[in-house]
């Protein structure tokens, strides 16, 4: 993964658009003017009024899930806390986990 467009510069476009088209099995119509306008630094899109006049708000449909999770506030004990955020990474996902097990075992009631 390419981390800054210094990086991007640096690239052998023709070498990364051969890989891409093999990768691909086919070519890949306009690859390299693509390649080349990333190289370049031209890869953000203008937009003029009128098209940000038209717009709908929010987000694009069939981006939020049917049944999104709710944010909440909850209090921990500040050990139990530490223990939870020790685990890294995702560590609200694995309470859910955690408490969904709890519910599906029938520790917790179920609800709906």
Same mark, same amino acid.
């Given at each position: 993964m390419v981390k800054s467009l210094k990086a991007l510069?640096?690239?052998?476009?023709?070498?990364?658009a051969k890989a891409i088209e093999a990768? $691909? +099995?086919m070519a890949v119509p306009d690859l390299r003017q693509a390649l080349?306008?990333?190289? $370049? +630094?031209?890869?953000a899109a203008i937009h003029t009024p009128e098209q940000i006049a038209t717009r709908k708000p929010g987000r694009p449909a069939g981006t939020v899930k049917t049944h999104a999770k709710v944010a909440t506030n909850i209090r921990f004990d500040p050990?139990?806390?530490a223990a939870l955020k020790a685990t890294g990474r995702g560590w609200q996902t694995r309470v859910?986990?955690?408490?969904?097990?709890?519910?599906?075992?029938?520790?917790l009631a179920k609800v709906g």
């Amino acid at each position: 993964m390419v981390k800054s467009l210094k990086a991007l510069q640096g690239i052998d476009t023709e070498k990364l658009a051969k890989a891409i088209e093999a990768d $691909a +099995g086919m070519a890949v119509p306009d690859l390299r003017q693509a390649l080349a306008q990333a190289k $370049a +630094g031209d890869f953000a899109a203008i937009h003029t009024p009128e098209q940000i006049a038209t717009r709908k708000p929010g987000r694009p449909a069939g981006t939020v899930k049917t049944h999104a999770k709710v944010a909440t506030n909850i209090r921990f004990d500040p050990d139990v806390l530490a223990a939870l955020k020790a685990t890294g990474r995702g560590w609200q996902t694995r309470v859910n986990e955690l408490l969904r097990a709890d519910i599906e075992s029938g520790r917790l009631a179920k609800v709906g």
